[in-house]
């Protein structure tokens, strides 16, 4: 029997790095969401909302825009459920944002304002719209630019309540097509069909756009960013698409199609054999264990990773509890949330960070100054050290939920050893209140400092888990979210890797444990340099699991640790990504 695990495990893994010959050319954009798709491109457009400038009464036109909004609203709930059902919480939450602008009495008296002069309903709501739109974009700012989106969608679903007509709708075709679109809102991904969507590349967008998230969440390979282009290719243009790398091939030339076809079949059975075997742990051929969790983002997320055989959650992102809401969660409420995950697990561990609100994640009613550059501001534990009611609350809720499963406690953000120090004073001042037996306290290393004094953090916390989205952020010096340079923030740069090493050989000397909770950690290339530099557990997206596991379990720790060698002494990413 063990023979035959072996011989399975030591199984070639089929080729799927498609490359075209040359004369296929390709369209680059920025790579959104993995995968392959081959197929013919159908032109995504939105109809042309039309609406008469002017109307005869303003009062009848203050009601036609009320009832609109009220029944857009009832769209937004109706969308939320169905997206919710589908896809959970976090990817529904965005239509309680559209909800919100929708209740925003400013919005609404500034399009009360424009029925003067005898302007229809629509008129007036479309400049209040565009007006608010243009100046946030105009902040230059890709997160403000992102909100426009937003507000624009919102702002076209009250427009097409009151529109005359709608010129050049087009539907959607009944086969499955490659979306282009200059640009998609989460209404329209919304109405999209998996089924029906082979891929999907837009002109505009960064990375982090609606597009990019959506796709990636529903597993439909995409590209953003790829430009106009895309745009005057005709409806029905055989294209590959190759979401992996980012890039778009029109008309591409038979041999390649062939070549593109057979890549595809053995993606999709290389996929269908990792699935089979998620529940198998992570061993390596050499017998070299590491562990593979998830990263989450909400409560029912936690048996999902189960499901898809995660051994634990390596990253709570506890920011979810918080946003979308016009208060903070009770310490109840945040209880009930964390005890309903550690009831999933069942006691596998479930690492909670703490809140890590700030950067690009916001929260209004704590009513936070802006700051000119919130990245390098009050964010995580800094926030969280200087509203300690905020802190404690969430503290305590942790340290009950502790007593109903396995929960270790890891802070966000940590840059001195003063914050760290800090933190674990209030963190054992509440355990000590609430009476709970002491849990292990690790700390995430995403700041630079951090990696420099990892040999003095490592006396003083449990483990280390690296979030190399921040870390990489920080060390390169380029914004995660930038449409242009998050392109080039590859976790895998050489200097990244070379911090990670450092972090982990300090952890080594005091006997600790390192994590990465980074999304290189669900690369499989990355979750292998990582176990080679000596990373035990790697904590990923859930659909991510089963290929990380299938991967470390392909390798001896050998083979890693010579992988990471060579990685370390690469000198770009680019080098890092072709090793083999
Ligand atoms: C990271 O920075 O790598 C990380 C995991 O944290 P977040 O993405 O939530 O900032
Ligand atoms: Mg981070």
């Known amino acids: 029997m063990a023979g035959l695990e072996d011989e399975e495990e030591v199984a070639p893994t089929p080729t799927l790095d498609w490359m075209p010959t040359f004369e296929t050319e390709a369209i680059p954009g920025i790579a959104a969401s993995p995968g392959m798709a081959i197929g013919k491109v159908h032109q995504f457009k939105r109809g042309k909302i039309v609406v008469e400038a002017t109307a005869k009464d303003p009062t009848v036109e203050e009601t036609r825009l009320r009832q609109a909004i009220a029944s857009a609203q009832v769209q937004l709930e109706d ?216 990263n989450i983002g909400a409560a029912i997320e936690a048996e999902q990773a189960v499901n898809a055989g995660a051994e634990g959650i390596g990253l709570l992102r506890t920011e979810f509890l918080f946003l979308q809401r016009s208060e903070p969660p009770s310490e109840e409420e945040q209880f009930a949330a964390y005890s309903q995950m550690t009831q999933a697990l069942n006691g596998l561990p479930l690492i909670v960070r703490t809140l890590d609100i700030g950067g690009d994640k916001e929260i209004p009613y704590l009513n936070l100054p802006a700051e000119e550059n919130p990245f390098l501001g009050v964010r995580g534990i800094r926030l969280c050290l200087v509203q300690p009611d905020l802190f404690k609350t969430q503290l305590r809720a942790i ?48 700041v630079p400092s951090a990696v420099v004094m990892a040999d003095e953090f490592a006396k003083i916390v449990d483990f280390f888990s690296i979030g190399t989205n921040d870390l990489t952020q920080y060390v390169l010096a380029m914004d995660r979210g930038h449409p242009i340079l998050a392109k080039q923030a590859d976790g895998l740069h050489p200097a990244v890797l070379r911090m990670i090493h450092q972090t982990v050989q300090a952890a080594q000397a005091e006997g600790k444990w390192v994590g990465v909770c980074g999304g290189i950690a669900g690369d499989p290339k990355g979750a292998a340099i990582l176990a080679g530099l000596g990373v035990t557990e790697l904590s990923v997206s859930i659909p991510s699991v089963a290929a990380v596991k299938a991967k470390i379990r392909g390798m001896s720790f050998a083979q890693t640790q010579d992988l990471a060698k060579r990685a370390l002494a690469c000198r770009s990413a680019q080098e890092v990504r072709a090793l083999s």
Not at 273 to 290: K, N
Request: net charge negative; glycine share 6%; aromatic share 4%.
């Open 399 to 446: 340290f009950r939920a502790s007593q109903t499963g396995l929960i270790k406690i890891m802070f966000p953000m940590i840059a001195t050893l003063e914050d760290l120090h800090a933190a674990r004073k209030l963190a054992e001042e509440v355990r000590q209140e609430v009476g709970a037996e002491p849990v292990e306290i690790g700390m995430m290393v995403e």
């Open 79 to 294: 969308l939320y459920k169905d997206v919710e059902a589908r896809s959970g919480a976090s990817k529904a939450a965005i239509f309680l944002a559209h909800q919100e602008f929708l209740n925003d009495p400013d919005l609404l008296s500034e399009a009360i304002d424009g029925l003067k002069h005898h302007h229809s309903a629509g008129w007036a709501w479309q400049q209040a719209i565009e007006q608010r739109a243009s100046a946030l974009e105009q902040l230059n700012d890709p997160l403000l630019a992102e909100r426009a989106v937003d507000l624009r969608d919102v702002g076209r679903r009250v427009l097409r309540l009151l529109a005359e007509t709608i010129e050049e709708e087009r539907t959607l075709p009944g086969h499955p097509v490659i979306l282009l679109a200059e640009d998609l809102t989460p209404s329209d991904t919304a109405g999209l069909d998996p089924a029906l969507t082979l891929g999907i590349c837009t002109s505009a967008g960064g990375p982090t756009s609606h597009t990019a998230i959506i796709a990636r969440s529903l597993d439909i390979p995409a590209i953003v960013g790829a430009g106009p282009a895309i745009l005057h290719l005709a409806d029905g243009t055989p294209c590959i698409l190759d979401g992996t790398n980012g890039n778009l091939y029109p008309n591409p030339t038979e041999a390649d199609r062939v070549t593109a076809q057979t890549a595809l079949k053995d993606l999709h059975a290389l996929r269908e054999a990792e699935r089979l075997a998620c529940y198998q742990p992570a061993l390596m051929t050499d017998g070299h264990r590491v562990e593979v969790v998830a």
